[in-house]
Each structure stands twice: as C-alpha cells, then as structure tokens.
C-alpha cells in the first residue's frame, strides 16, 4: 500500500516537474519575444538604401539650352505636361516660353522649397528667368539615377505618421483591420472568421491578420503559414500592442509594407511608392492616389496599375467605397475621386534605364570614405556630377557605331567604352562601360586595360616642348627609317602607319600626323626616363615598362587612364583628380562629406599651350582632319590612336566645356579593321556635336610670342613668303634666322586664321 502511494506521489511529482519545466520553457519564450520585440521596435532601423542623384540643372540667364533638352530632362525628371500649371511636378511649354513648377528638395546645402518659375530660351539659350524670389540661379531637382541597396534589395523612403494624410491613414484602416484603434493587437472576431472558412476549406486558407500582426509578419518573421508560425505572430502582436501606440505601429507598417518591384528593387512603404508611381511626395496625392496605394496593399504585382490597369481602378474603387462604409471618409469626395483616372506617371525609368558604369565608379570613390553597410542602410544621398542629357548622348553615339558597323559586318563583336569629363573641373559626366548600355557587368571604361597608341605621343611631345632651349614647334626631326638596337641583341624598327618616310618635318606636323618613326627617334633622344616621369605628371599612376615602344603607346591604360591623363592636356597644365561625386548628405539633410575641386598645377603654362596648339592641328591638318566637316567651324583639339592590326579604336580630345575619350575594339582582341580616325573618332564627334556649347579658345600666355616660319624647313620667314605659316613660342626662342621674300599672295592657312 505505502508503494502505491509513493508511486503515485512520484508520478504526480513527476507532473508537476515537467509542468514547471513547460511554464518555464514558455516564460522563456515570452520573455525572450517580449525583448525581442521591445527593444527592435523602439529602436526601429529600417535598411534604407542610398540615392545616387545626378547633378541639378542649374537655370540662370545666359545658360546654353534647348528647349528639346530642357523638355528631355524634365520628362525623365517625371514633370507632367499641362495647360495649367497649379502644382509641384508640372510643366507648361508654350512657344519659346516655360513655366515650370520646381518641387520642393534637399540639396545638400538647403531644403529648396517648391517654387514657380518661367523661362525664356532663343536661339539656344536662357534668355529671360522669372522666379519666386527673383533669384538669379535656380535648380530643378536632380534626376535619380540609382541606388546602393541591402542585400535583401528593399528600399524606402521613411515617412512620420504626421506627414502621411489623414484620409490615407483613414483608408488604410478601413480596408485592412476597420479595429485597429479597438484591439490589442489580434481580432477575435477575424480569427473565429478565419477558422470557419479553414474547416471549410480543409486547409489553412485564410489568416486573420490585424495590421500589427501584419507589421509583425514583415519586420520579425519567415511568411511560411503554419499554426506554430500564426501563433507566434499573435503573441509578438498582444506584445507590441502592449509596448507601443497605435501611432507608432501604424507609423511603422506605413513604412515597412512592400508595394512593388522596380527591377531587382522592392518598393517598400507609402513614402517610396508615392514617388514611385505618381513622382510626388504623399503629401501631394490626390485622393484617387492615395486609395491606389492603399489597394496595391493587397496585392502589389496583382494589382499593378501599369500591367493591370482595369485591375487597379476597381480595386481602388472597392478601397473608396469601404472606406465611405466604414465613416472613414467623405462620400461625395469618394464619388469624384472614383470618377479621376489612375493618374500614374511613366512607368519608372530606373526599372528600365539604368547607369551601372557610372554608378560603378560612383561606388567605388565611396568606398574610400564610407563602409559598405553604410551606404546600403544609412539612407545617404549622393550627389553626383553625373549629366543625363549627355550620358544620352554617349550611349545613342555609341550604339550608332555598333549598329553602322554591323551592317557591313552582321557577325561583328565589336565593344566600346566613353568616359566624358569637364576640363576645368575633372567632373566625370558621362561613363558608357560597353554596347549593352544597362549592362551592369565588366566595365570596360574603368576595367578593359588595352594599348592606346598614338594617344601616348602627346606625352613624348610634351617632354620634348618643356626644353624651349631645344625644342619648338618648328624644330625639324627625322622622320627617316629608324632602327633601334635593344639590349637582348635584337632591333626595334618602327614605321609609319603609311609605310612611307619623310624625312625631316616640323615637330608639330609629326604629332598632327602622327609619324611613329620620328617620334620613336625624339622619345629616343628625350630619354625614356623622362618620358615616364611626363607620364605620371599627367596623372597615369600605372606602373609602364621603360621600353621604347612605350613612345608608340605600348602601354596598357583603361579608358578612365586616358581621362586623366587628357584631363590636364584640357585643364591647361594644371592635374585634377576625376570625381563622379560631389557630396553626401545624411538622411537628415546634414552634409556628411563635400568633394571639392583640389587642382595642383604640374606644368607650365607656355609649354602646354604649345603642346594644346599642336594637338589643334591634329584636327585641322593631321590624323583628325575629319572633324574639318564632322564638326565645322568649331575649335576642338584632339589624338588618334589605332594599335597593331588595327585592334584598337581610339580618340581623346576636347572643347573648352567638355573632354572625352572614346574606345572601340573587340574583347578577344582580335582586329576591328577601323583606325582611331575611321571608328572612336565619329563617336567622339557625335557626341560633341550634341553636347558641347563652347569651342577651344587656346588663350595664350603672356610669354607666348607668335612668329611666321617656312612650313618645310621651320626658319625664320616674312608673312608674305610662300609656306610661311604662323606658329607660337614661348619667348627666346623664336627663330632667329628669317628667309625674306618679295610681294606674294600670303598662304591662307589655319595657323593664320587662329591668330586673326
């Protein structure tokens, strides 16, 4: 009897341990989700992605502008075109005339409030500017180009609950938990609703979700559905209804609601989708916009207004009218925005076009400054130098080319590359990485490392030109047969690319014409060391063998090399360093970090200018001779390169306004059958055709002094004698030696007519 009894006190002792046990395991549990949920929610940090921006479109009178630009711009800016012009987003061109309603936006040196503007333009440029505040520059907002996202691809844009309109909030309620404001946190009614329709069914079909279970779900848990998983999400609900307001939970489902897919982009929050869908902030939707969103909460992709149009409108109907039902809203005001359209805006370029060379180069500055999670969490604003009108440009000049080609070759596998950059500034405003523009693979104006020929000879010319006791323009070389024995015992004979000698030339003639011979002789002569060091003076870090054919440019440079290179041939003998970016802002509108112009002069003055003056010849008279009727009446200086078997296209030149340098070849190497002149060249010159406003000005030096000469022989010549052309040195040395001649007809030459 008394084993019995201990038996079964043992047993119920046993009970009651795994009883305890459980209570325990479940304390733990709801201890553990109660922190949880207590300390992530108040400390909410939402992953935000970081905008990349271009650079705003600065408006003041004088500035060069087409109307067919500005028109360009403001529709991929999202500016909706009107006969009336009441609102931010709106645009109305009448004639000559714009009037243009700026919206309101963070720059990173001032909040711009929204602001009405009209403009005048004739003949290409801004004539006449009325503003608000009659200010004399204004901007409109910069064009989104992109963006560094989490890993998950979510982005947002946080809003407070006291910026998002009370008639949203209204709806949203109405359509998606008409108790919120009543439970704490489940809705008992929902769930014995639910469970009828799941016996019905003989499945788990139907959830019964309050907006806090649902902001639960998203922020906290897998979507699988499980009575385990439900569970969970009810008692994490009943949780942070206890810890948090009603404000602050509707506040963050406001922000974490996914509403879409742009690309490999998820839309997330009501702040984001607004611009998104209608290029506005929330605070300036219409009602029929705001019950839109509110519709693609059940089903962003089922419900998209752009593929499913029909679809989308009785939804948001069905939103209007609950939300009548449920005296969350007015009804004659429900009626009218029943009547409105969709009034979505053009389907989101940054799904369609995208700029993944230029954010690329973007990326990788940043990483110099900010870590890597914190450009894709932080919410930063970057804003860049990045030209979309140009970038335009570049990407149709390029295909142009590709397309031209393949007509004459339908199996061609010809690539290309085109950086464009300012000369005054090192501002990098364009990037095309390849033919397949929005290709976000191997970028080969940064990456593609290929020889760049006879780009490399302004270097050697240069040199040559900083020994004014030496060398000037009119200095003859040879441009005979030249051999060159190597250490190994072997000879290195350069020819020219005609396979003809010439014999003794002006200094200049030998760059415009580019003569491998003659150069390969004064590279010779200069010494490669020094050659190198001019090299590196122009800002190409590479590390390039000291070989003699390195004066050919038997160098392996990206395009981006070739940039910054030219960069101080444009800027005038003074290096810039390229930057795509020009500030980031933090996602309170606090400059974080501001990327100013730092300019180092590295060469003088007289020499470059001479250098630049040959390389204006290049264009008129050399290997460039083509831009004589590609781009007439306009100064321009520039380089041919084409490399062994013709396997690579190159030109790097520039205006006053604008440098670029274009590559065409193939990825395997193998021959394009075009030469700098007949491919990279036509690129370049489409481009500046389009782009560039202001032509070469080439001011010279006050010690620059202008002299005539014998263009065979580079003595001392009368203006009036036979090939007496007009060229710059820099003073002292001048010819001294001057062939005299009676009354003649002077040479009409365009030496001369630049001095005129």
């Avoid at 006291?162 to 909030?169: I, K």
């Avoid at 009547?339 to 690329?360: C, F, I, N, T």
Wanted: proline share 4%; with cysteine.
């Amino acid at each position: 009897m008394v084993d019995k009894h201990a038996k079964t006190r043992q047993k119920l002792n046993e009970k009651w341990a795994i009883l305890i046990i459980l209570v325990i395991i479940a304390s733990s549990i709801l201890l553990y989700l109660d922190s949880l949920v207590n300390s992530t929610f108040k400390d909410k940090q939402w992953s935000v992605a970081s905008t990349v921006y271009a650079r705003p479109l600065e408006i003041y009178e004088g500035l060069p502008l087409k109307l067919t630009d500005l028109r360009e711009e403001m529709t991929m800016l999202g500016y909706r075109f009107v006969q009336d012009v009441k609102k931010p987003g709106q645009a109305l061109f009448n004639g000559n005339k714009v009037t243009i309603f700026i919206p309101k936006f963070q720059f990173s040196d001032e909040l711009a409030p929204a602001q009405k503007i009209n403009i005048t333009l004739n003949n290409g440029f801004v004539s006449k500017l009325e503003s608000e505040e009659n200010k004399a520059l204004v901007r409109l907002q910069p064009l989104v180009i992109g963006g560094i996202y989490p890993s998950h691809n979510e982005d947002r844009i946080l809003v407070q609950l006291a910026d998002v309109p009370d008639s949203l909030q209204g709806m949203l309620v109405a359509v998606e938990d008409k108790d919120f404001y009543d439970h704490h946190g489940i809705s008992p009614r929902g769930i014995a609703r639910a469970m009828v329709t799941n016996i019905k069914n003989g499945g788990f079909s139907q959830g019964a979700s309050t907006l806090t279970q649902q902001l639960i779900k998203n922020y906290y848990l897998t979507p699988e559905r499980t009575l385990i998983r439900k569970a969970q999400e009810a008692l994490m609900a009943i949780l942070l209804e206890f810890h948090a307001s009603k404000a602050d939970i509707l506040e963050g489902y406001m922000n974490e609601i996914y509403l879409g897919q742009d690309g490999p982009r998820a839309i997330h929050g009501f702040g984001l989708a607004s611009q998104y869908y209608f290029k506005k902030d929330l605070t300036d939707l219409s009602l029929s916009q705001q019950a839109l969103l509110v519709a693609l909460v059940r089903g962003a992709s089922f419900y998209n207004p752009w593929r499913n149009p029909e679809r989308a409108l009785k939804r948001r109907n069905l939103v209007l009218d609950i939300a009548v039902r449920e005296d969350r809203l007015d009804q004659d005001a429900a009626e009218l925005a029943k009547q409105a359209p969709l009034e979505v805006g053009e389907r989101s370029a940054s799904g369609h076009k995208r700029y993944p060379a230029y954010l690329d180069l973007v990326r990788r500055q940043l990483q110099n400054d900010y870590k890597a999670e914190d450009l894709s969490s932080n919410g930063l604003s970057i804003f860049t130098h990045f030209n979309p009108l140009i970038q335009e440009t570049a990407e149709a000049s390029l295909v142009k080319a590709m397309e031209k080609q393949k007509q004459s070759d339908p199996e061609h596998k010809l690539q290309g590359a085109v950086i464009v950059t300012q000369p005054n500034t090192g501002a990098v405003t364009s990037i095309v990485g390849g033919t397949d523009t929005q290709y976000a693979g191997f970028n080969r104006a940064i990456d593609a490392r290929r020889q760049i020929g006879s780009l490399m000879k302004p270097a050697v010319y240069l040199t040559a030109l900083q020994k004014s006791e030496e060398y000037t323009l009119a200095t003859l070389i040879s441009d005979d047969a030249y051999e060159q024995k190597l250490p190994n015992g072997t000879s290195w004979t350069p020819k020219n690319y005609d396979l003809k000698d010439h014999g003794d030339v002006l200094l200049y003639k030998a760059l415009a014409h580019s003569y491998n011979q003659a150069t390969a002789r004064l590279g010779n002569d200069l010494g490669l060391d020094n050659i190198l060091s001019t090299i590196k003076q122009l800002g190409v870090d590479n590390d390039i063998p000291a070989v003699p054919a390195i004066t050919l440019g038997a160098a392996e440079l990206s395009p981006l090399d070739v940039a910054k290179m030219y960069q101080t041939i444009s800027s005038g003998g003074f290096y810039t360093p390229l930057l795509a970016i020009s500030s980031v802002v933090d996602a309170h509108g606090e400059l974080l970090t501001s990327y100013p112009i730092d300019i180092e002069k590295r060469f003088n003055s007289s020499s470059i200018y001479t250098l630049r003056h040959a390389l204006q010849a290049v264009t008129h008279e050399g290997s460039a001779k083509a831009l004589e009727w590609l781009l007439p009446d306009f100064a321009v200086a520039g380089k041919t390169g084409t490399t062994n078997d013709l396997r690579d296209s190159w030109f790097a030149g520039f205006s006053e306004d604008m440098q670029a340098v274009v590559w065409l070849g193939r990825d395997d190497n193998k021959s394009t059958g075009l030469t700098g002149s007949s491919g990279a060249l036509r690129v370049w010159a489409d481009i500046f055709k389009a782009r560039a406003y202001q032509a070469l000005q080439n001011t010279p030096p006050k010690n620059i002094t202008l002299s005539w000469v014998d263009s065979e022989t580079g003595v001392g010549s009368e203006d009036n004698c036979n090939n007496a052309i007009q060229l710059p040195f820099i003073s002292g040395s001048e010819p001294t030696q001057e062939k005299r001649c009676g009354a003649t007809d002077k040479v009409i030459d365009w030496f001369r007519n630049l001095t005129d």
